[in-house]
C-alpha cells in the first residue's frame, strides 16, 4: 500500500515506482506523545513533517506567556515553520501534539537532494506553498473583516472534527477570544440547530 505521504504528493503529481521508492528511502517516521514537542521557538525546523496520524497546533508565545495559535495540523496536512526550514534561522513557532500522533518527516538536506534527484517536485512544493500562502491569506482576512461569531462558525464549519478533538481554550486561541465567550458562542450553535 502506498504511504500517505506519497498519496498526498500524488494528489499534484505522478510518479514511478522508482521515485516512489527513492522518497520513502528519505521518509523517517516519529511518534509524539500528546504535549511532545515537534519544534521548539528558536530551534532550526530541518524537517518537513506530514501528519499521519493525531493533531498538532503551531503556535507562538506572547511577552505575558500567552499562547496564540497559528493553525492546527491533522491527517493529511504538513507541519513546519516554514521560513525557519528555507533559510535555516532559528524557527518563531512552536509545534507541540496535541494528541498522540505519528508524523513522517524528510530532513531539509534530503527534500534538497530528492527535489534535485526528481524534478517534478519543484511543482508539488510550489503548490503546497501556494496553498499554505492562501490559507495564511484567509487567515488574516477572516480575522480582519469576520467578527468573533462569524470567526467561529467558519471554523466549525471547515474544521468539524476538530472541535472534538481539541480543548474550548486552544480553539479560543486560534480565533482571538475568550474561552468564555466561545462557550456563549457554542450554546448559540447548539440552540440554533435544535428543531
Same mark, same amino acid.
Given at each position: 500500500m502506498t504511504h500517505s505521504f506519497i %498519496? !498526498?504528493?500524488? *494528489?499534484?503529481v505522478s510518479l514511478s515506482i522508482e521515485e516512489i521508492?527513492?522518497?520513502?528511502?528519505?521518509?523517517?517516521? *516519529?511518534?509524539? @506523545? *500528546?504535549?511532545?514537542?515537534?519544534? %521548539? =521557538? @528558536?530551534?532550526?525546523? #530541518? !524537517?518537513? &513533517?506530514?501528519?499521519? @496520524? =493525531?493533531?498538532?497546533?503551531?503556535?507562538?508565545? =506572547?511577552? !505575558?506567556g500567552e499562547e496564540h495559535i497559528?493553525? $492546527?495540523?491533522?491527517?493529511?496536512?504538513? +507541519?513546519?515553520?516554514?521560513? /525557519? $526550514?528555507? #533559510?535555516?534561522?532559528? +524557527?518563531?513557532? $512552536?509545534?507541540e501534539a496535541m494528541e498522540d500522533s505519528e508524523i513522517s518527516q524528510i530532513s531539509n538536506d534530503n527534500f534538497q537532494l530528492l527535489l534535485d534527484k526528481i524534478p517534478k517536485l519543484e511543482k508539488w512544493f510550489r503548490i503546497l506553498l501556494q496553498n499554505a500562502l492562501i490559507a495564511?491569506?484567509?487567515?488574516?482576512?477572516? @480575522?480582519? &473583516?469576520? !467578527? +468573533?461569531? %462569524?470567526?467561529?462558525?467558519?471554523?466549525? *464549519?471547515?474544521?468539524? /472534527?476538530?472541535? #472534538?478533538?481539541? &480543548?474550548?481554550?486552544?480553539i479560543a486561541s486560534y480565533l482571538g477570544i475568550t474561552p468564555e465567550f466561545l462557550s456563549k458562542l457554542r450554546a448559540q450553535k447548539w440552540k440554533s440547530k435544535k428543531p
Open positions: %498519496q !498526498n504528493i500524488q *494528489k499534484h521508492s527513492y522518497i520513502e528511502s528519505f521518509l523517517k517516521l *516519529k511518534k509524539l @506523545k *500528546k504535549k511532545e514537542f515537534l519544534l %521548539q =521557538g @528558536k530551534e532550526i525546523c #530541518t !524537517n518537513l &513533517s506530514y501528519i499521519d @496520524k =493525531g493533531c498538532l497546533k503551531i503556535f507562538t508565545i =506572547g511577552e !505575558n497559528i493553525f $492546527f495540523a491533522i491527517e493529511d496536512w504538513w +507541519a513546519l515553520d516554514l521560513k /525557519s $526550514f528555507i #533559510t535555516k534561522e532559528p +524557527a518563531r513557532f $512552536f509545534i495564511s491569506e484567509n487567515r488574516i482576512d477572516h @480575522k480582519l &473583516s469576520l !467578527n +468573533a461569531e %462569524q470567526r467561529y462558525f467558519e471554523f466549525s *464549519k471547515k474544521y468539524p /472534527s476538530l472541535e #472534538t478533538r481539541i &480543548s474550548q481554550r486552544q
